[in-house]
């Protein structure tokens, strides 16, 4: 049987690859390891556009498609395929706003899951947890600029 330190540690090596904690210090990453659960996904819908934000989620394995309804007709586009390591929620974690976009796992999948509340109470007590986050947001902010200058 695995001990809760044990499962913390893991997943806080696990959170040591993915994008969005790349520079949050181990230390941080220890301390925010327990507050994350793991939750088994169905294929199908996970959170659709305007869903109140629940948290962070981190595809552990699996596969999900992100997809944004057109607003003027029944279109939708794929904004990108998530595999292992890659997550949403990560806006609305930081701004509590409703979801901008819709979420379907195209196969069975595992999230590491961090609730909005717990990132938050995390925050305030390592605030270095959001500084390291802070290259990663940036270069999402990048990155969509980039997109719609190509679509220009």
């Known amino acids: 049987m695995e001990s809760g330190e044990n499962k913390g540690s893991e997943i806080a090596e696990f959170l ?3 994008d ?5 210090k181990p230390d941080a990453l220890e301390s925010l390891a327990p507050r994350i659960g793991l939750v088994y ?3 199908g819908p996970i959170v659709k556009e305007s869903d109140p934000v ?3 989620y981190i595809i552990k394995s ?3 498609k992100v997809t944004k309804s ?3 007709w029944e279109a939708e586009a794929v904004l990108a395929i998530l ?3 890659q997550c949403f929620g990560e806006i609305g974690l930081i701004d509590g706003l409703s979801r901008s976009a819709n979420v379907t796992a195209t196969e069975p999948t595992q999230c ?3 609730p909005r509340e717990a990132f938050l109470q995390a925050l305030e007590e390592s605030p270095e947890i959001g500084a390291g986050m802070l290259p990663a947001l940036a270069a999402m902010v990048r990155s969509a600029d980039r997109w719609v200058a190509q679509l220009l």
């Open 16 to 18: 040591a690859g993915v």
């Open 54 to 56: 629940d948290g962070l």
């Open 62 to 64: 699996g596969m999900a």
């Open 41 to 43: 996904l169905p294929e």
């Open 112 to 114: 590491y899951f961090l």
């Open 70 to 72: 057109a607003e003027r």
């Open 20 to 24: 969005l904690f790349r520079y949050v």
């Open 83 to 85: 595999r292992p390591g």
